[in-house]
């Protein structure tokens, strides 16, 4: 049998990678006629960028925020003639929102895959309910480490109970004697008190630190070791604050020659010599929910007398006698309990006794056959895997759709057009453009998920535009925050933003006083349209007017002067293009995706072969300079790139994102091809790290966009043009992923999947 597993692994300093490692050679070491009856292969997660000397056993490692390397762990798995998939999951090691990243892989897998839970949580988010309930149905068997485990997959997540199997955490098959220990610690004359693992927050130590003056009054030759290096996810946002606050706390109370803190990720051996010469193990954390403890399993296979707070695997572990429980927080019990024990050796050996007699049914040997018999059972009754349907939109690798940071940068005027950071910029004011922007975001966004904060900014943004707009049917771009006009005479690009959302508004005006004052926009500024000369005005214009001619097909004037329109665009791409360089100008710039996009709308009204023609032969182009590598890598506006010269790559910007996203989409609708959908999405990754950079622009924390990267890195400021780009090629996406269904599998709907929309809409 050949077994794959996927998990953290040594030498990087994870429990999980010490569990992944253990199970491996527990289930390798199955013997036979003088053979070796197991292969096994291991799939390990890298974090941070950071990449470590992996044993010979490791053969393909994962960059945790990479996307694609999930994608091709799957394909690796599935060629690599395994028989079983092991997963080892826990939320904080798979890269996206709690870990979303997993998913894709999962679903590629060919073969039938177990997962070990190592964290269980009984209140979930909305995000981590759905990902664990989505592992848990891929599942062909689940496994805890706990009845509490159980309780809570079939309660909260509504497991099938026949899919769940409890095999306890493993322990080393290791045992040192007491007295040798001690006596090589030089510890024979103190009564030793250890805590081990990785050191944060949570661990409650400084709850047995303030419990210790009072026990080493009776007890003098008390001494307290905390073996274990900062948790490396806490080192890296905090430092080493926890554990300078405990050395504080332990020098206030004068305990220095009572408490040692050693640094150290230290090897088993080693381990279970400390664990052999203690006296107590304390697990002193500080709330209910952890499911799994390693170290406390450890703690009972080297035959420790363990005290703890009663978090749920102790609560269920230290039973019939194999421990004593201490409330959360409460030094003053904890130094009531081992005080007791201390005082009282008999009590403290008997507790001691029960706990080794438990670690010895539960040594990584006697784990890993518990693994094996589960994996020779599911190969022995193989279930027939249904028929897994490839879709090129995830949306399970999507934030929630939120409208937060577009509030934050909203008054009653219209939107503010930069930030700094995450806070609006006053001092900048106004602009036509983002608040056109804002106004089709909005409009789509009401469309779609009838969210009400859209439909409440829409009659801000429009009254901006209508209040921008001058008698002769032309805009004004900018405004103070003072409301004082800054121009007499906005940009072509505004202009046609402006015309590409009050066309769209047209068409999906939420209500008539909408759309008669979009109406009343719109035929204003008609006798401008064939006056532009930017190609980029043009093309939003022509956007626009497409959108327009959707609900009013039969309107010949406006058809004849989309038709001029087009056609200027092509009369700029028949005087630049070449051989090699089939492009509108000489120079690929900014906004480069909306020229294909704008001749790709009017093609679907025209359905003109010339127009086609140069949509797609431009789309192409555009796609070969920038999509590469299985992610999309924007032309920089820095130098940008001229033709027969060298490309930039800073800064990226993310209209440019936007404008690929909205160009595929387009084209998908336009042929009706898959591919462009896997296109499209790939452009969207682009905003969550799928880029040059491997950085997310989105922020998490407050919702908005970042406005691009430079060649420092990512620009932290989150104007309105970034977050809204961000935000129109976010619903763009849900908008293809429902016409792909639509068009491709008419009764999707009756499968029971979880969406994106699900998630947004709690």
Known sequence: MKLAYIGTYPPRECGIGTFTQHLTKSMLGSIITGHTENEILVVAMDDNDQKYQYPPEVKFSICQEQQTDYVEAANFINLSGSDICILQHEFGIYGGLSGVYILPLLHRLEIPFIVTLHTILNSPSYSEKVILKEICKMADKIVVMSQKAIFFLTSIYEVPAEKIVLIEHGVPDIHFDKQQSKKEFKLENKKLLLTFGFIGRNKGIETVIKALPDVIEEHPEVLYIVLGKTHPNVLRHAGEEYRNFLLLLIKDLNLQAHVLLLNDFIGEKDLFKYLSASDIYITPYLHEAQITSGTLSYAMGAGCAVVSTPYWHAAELLTEERGRLFPFNNPNELAVVLKDLLTHPKTLKKIQKAAYQYGEKITWPKTGKKYLHLCNSLLAFPKAKPEKKETPIDLLLLPPFSLTHIKRLTDDTGIIQHAKFGIPNLKEGYCLDDNSRALLMVLMAYKQKKDIVALKFMPIYLSYIHYMQNKDGTFRNFLSFNRQFLDELGSEDSFGRTIWAIGYLIGNAPNDAYYQMGKLVFFDAVPNFEKLTSIRGIANTIIGICYYLKTNPNDESIKEILNNLSYKLIEHYNANCSMNWKWFESLLAYDNGILPLALLHSAQVNANSEITTVAMETMNFLTEHTLKDGALSIIGNKKWYVKEGERSFFAQQPVD????????????????????????????????????????????????????????????????????????????????????????????QEKETVTLDDITNQ
């Open 657 to 748: 994102a936007m404008a690929m996203v909205l160009m595929f989409h387009q084209a998908f609708l336009l042929t009706g091809e898959k591919e462009y959908l896997h296109k499209l999405f790939t452009s969207f990754m682009w905003f969550l790290g799928e880029n040059d950079l491997r950085m997310s622009l989105y922020d998490f924390e407050t919702k908005g966009c970042c406005d691009g990267f430079e060649n420092y890195g990512v620009n932290r400021n989150q104007g309105a043009e970034s977050s809204l780009a961000y935000l129109i090629a976010y619903l763009t996406v849900l908008q293809a992923h429902e016409e792909f269904y639509q068009i491709n599998e008419p009764k999707i």
